[in-house]
Nanobody
Framework: QVQLVESGGGSVQAGGSLRLSCSPS???????????MGWFRQAAGKQREWVSY???????QYADSVKGRFTISKDIAENALYLQMNSLKSEDTAMYYC?????????????????WGQGTQVTVFS
């Protein structure tokens, strides 16, 4: 079983930036670069929504709501996944989750991911 650990959340004023990180916990031998990795978020009272994913080849896709403001990346040496969030808006306030898929392909549906982190809270205030 792979456990993912997110960090980097916090409270920030609108227009500000945060960078989220995600890594497998412990020495599992699980390499992020070999799997589709995604970021999802869930605001209070709403369903979990896809934010971004990055394929094994490094191709990134984004939800329209974050396109141009968020950047997903991965560091092979650090075995870490990142989400750089700029120009944050109040509507970005949510719990953010890192997810990994153990099979081929890279979906936007949360059901397509096999491993999840516990989440890191992002709060954007005006």
């Amino acid at each position: 079983q792979v456990q993912l650990v997110e960090s980097g959340g916090g409270s920030v004023q609108a227009g500000g930036s945060l960078r989220l990180s995600c890594s497998p916990s412990g020495d599992t031998g699980y390499t992020i670069s070999s799997h589709c990795m995604g970021w999802f978020r869930q605001a209070a009272g709403k369903q979990r929504e896809w934010v971004s994913y990055i394929t094994t080849r490094g191709t990134a896709q984004y939800a329209d709501s974050v396109k141009g403001r968020f950047t997903i990346s991965k560091d092979i040496a650090e075995n870490a996944l990142y989400l750089q969030m700029n120009s944050l808006k109040s509507e970005d306030t949510a719990m953010y989750y890192c997810a990994a898929r153990s099979r081929g392909g890279c979906p936007t549906a949360s059901e397509g991911y096999d491993y999840w982190g516990q989440g890191t809270q992002v709060t954007v205030f005006s």
